[in-house]
């Protein structure tokens, strides 16, 4: 398995344009978390699904702030419209549902808002 | 409020020696403490973990030191290496919820 897959790694967009992160978790994981790691904030929880239902939201920051997962294969963050302060790196991770407690991290898309 | 506290924030340490990083957390219902390693540009990675019921887990030159009374937990790198050095984050989770809450981070630098 490649593990999970994040793309893109990098963007650049403007202040108030639509951004998209995208998620590909590893194949047969039931939870995928997304996370945002900024030096100010360390690495904080945005949501997680587990089998595809969202479970816990409560840390999305704003309402500009979206998450789906519309199969097991594939999640977005959505960012609409985006501001300076959401720059950071955006993680997803997944887990496995039975037998495993480890998250496994994909390698970040770095989000940078102008 | 901040549920898992981390230090130090940076550590230097020669080749050979040990380094320790130390954790505690405040919420008494998180019932696993994993530690995670990043590299720049690379997302986190399980490094070691551990549950409550045992006072210490070792994988190589990797510990685990657990102290439930004092709700703390630290990590020791033994015979430290240059390919050590990274971002190391303690974490914590609870039950059957999978979501991990990080520590802020210790920047390791082991010097050659």
């Known amino acids: 398995d490649a593990g999970v897959i994040q793309s893109p790694r990098h963007e650049v967009t403007e202040m108030g344009q639509e951004v998209t992160l995208r998620c590909k978790p590893i194949s047969g994981h039931d939870y995928l978390f997304w996370y945002r790691q900024t030096m100010m904030r360390g690495l904080e929880l945005l949501i997680y699904f587990n089998n595809n239902v969202p479970i816990d939201d409560s840390g999305m920051p704003e309402d500009r702030f979206s998450a789906k997962m519309p199969n097991a294969s594939f999640s977005t963050l959505k960012i609409q419209p985006s501001e300076p302060r959401d720059s950071a790196v955006y993680f997803c991770?997944?887990?496995?549902?039975?037998?495993?407690?480890?998250?496994?991290f994909g390698q970040g898309t770095r989000l940078t808002v102008v | 409020q901040q549920q898992v506290k981390q230090s130090p924030q940076s550590l230097i340490v020669q080749k050979g020696g040990i380094s320790i990083i130390n954790c505690a957390y405040e919420n008494t219902a998180f019932d696993y403490f994993p530690w995670y390693q990043q590299f720049p540009g690379k997302g986190p990675a399980l490094l070691i973990a551990?549950?409550?019921?045992?006072s210490e887990k070792k994988e190589g030159r990797f510990t685990i030191s657990f102290n439930k009374s004092a709700k703390q937990f630290s990590l020791h790198i033994m015979d430290s290496q240059p390919g050590d050095s990274a971002t190391y984050f303690c974490a914590a989770s609870k039950g059957s919820a999978r979501q991990l809450t990080f520590g802020s981070g210790t920047q390791l630098t082991v010097l050659p």
């Open positions: 991770a997944s887990s496995p549902g039975q037998g495993g407690t480890e998250a496994f």
């Open positions: 551990i549950r409550p019921d045992v």
